[in-house]
């Protein structure tokens, strides 16, 4: 399509890990050290629209993005787009506009649907047709836990063991429908601003002395995940998150200097789920680099879950989300 005016839309939704990603095996191809696993949620997604325009060539050296209705700093975004333009032989700058369907600056994780999402439609308008596996990878590249929103459901990523990093992609482990889970997000801070991802992974592995142990047990932590998935086994599968969430947490506090994530109403919800449990109400939590409490569940008993976390000390508001679909096409 060189020389003409091409557009693509894609949507993609957020992720949440159940056995986390973190630390790289290469900072520069964004490899993950360990696998993960992650469901994909349907009520936290990215809308993108991207535009490869002859017109914009002349001058300009950088793409133009907006984020949410505000043109914002583009060079991630540059960077992924570099990737889709030596592939596809284009020079063309982009005009890329980006949507989220839920509070931004809420400290709901957007890079993953975000990127998955760029992933797809810069490639689609640059009119290259990558497979999934393709995209996965183009994905990572912006960031790890996008290479996991590609699909929805239940879904895992490889490390891979090649240098290149061409085994480093995500695949569908089970539809979302042969396994309707309900998360309840429980926001505890609107104005959640945090250590990059990238940031905190490479202090943990310069710095904690927990993080040998972390890579060393990541693969029994996948193995012991896709049985309860397999074996369908809420608890267990719930179990399991809260250990590979807690283990993420003793890394983060143990890295110099020590990340903190979480604050007063975050440890109150952990509380809460826990009493849930006790209560006969099968709820477990998960936390990712950010203060929100995720409580998993049955989707029958997600409004208790949803009441529970808001009537929490501390917490702000909830948002219940089921499971959703992989990164997809959409007119333009
Ligand atoms: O995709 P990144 O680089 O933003 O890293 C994600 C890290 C965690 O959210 C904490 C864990 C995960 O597996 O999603």
Known sequence: PVGARTIAFARAHSNIALVKYWGKRDETLNIPAVGSISITLDALSTGTR??????????????????????????????????????????????????????????????????????????????????????????????????????????????????????????????????????????????????????????SRASSPFYPAWVDTGEQDLAEMRAAIVGRDFPRLGELAERSCLKLHALMLTSRPPLIYWNAGTVAAMHTVRELRDSGIPAYFTIDAGPQVKALCDPGDAAVVALALAETPGVLET??????RGAHLVAA
């Open 50 to 203: 991207v535009t490869f325009d002859p017109g914009l060539d002349a001058n300009l050296r950088q793409d133009e993005f907006w984020l949410n209705g505000q043109l914002t700093q583009a060079h991630r975004v540059s960077g992924l787009l570099d990737l889709v333009r030596e592939r596809a032989g284009l020079t063309m700058r982009a005009v890329v506009t980006s949507t989220n369907d839920f509070p931004t600056g809420a400290g709901l994780a957007s890079s993953a649907s975000g990127f998955a999402a760029l992933a797809l439609a810069a490639s689609a308008a640059a009119g290259l047709t990558l497979s999934t596996r393709e995209l996965s990878m183009l994905a990572r590249r912006g960031s790890g836990s996008a290479a996991r929103s590609i699909f929805g459901g239940y879904v895992e990523m490889h490390t891979g063991t090649r240098e290149d990093g061409r085994d480093a992609f995500a695949e569908p482990l089970l539809d979302a429908a042969a396994w309707p889970l309900c998360v309840v997000v429980a926001i505890t801070d609107h104005a959640a601003k945090t250590v990059s991802s990238t940031h905190g992974m490479a202090g």
């Open 319 to 324: 948002r219940t989300s089921a499971l959703g």
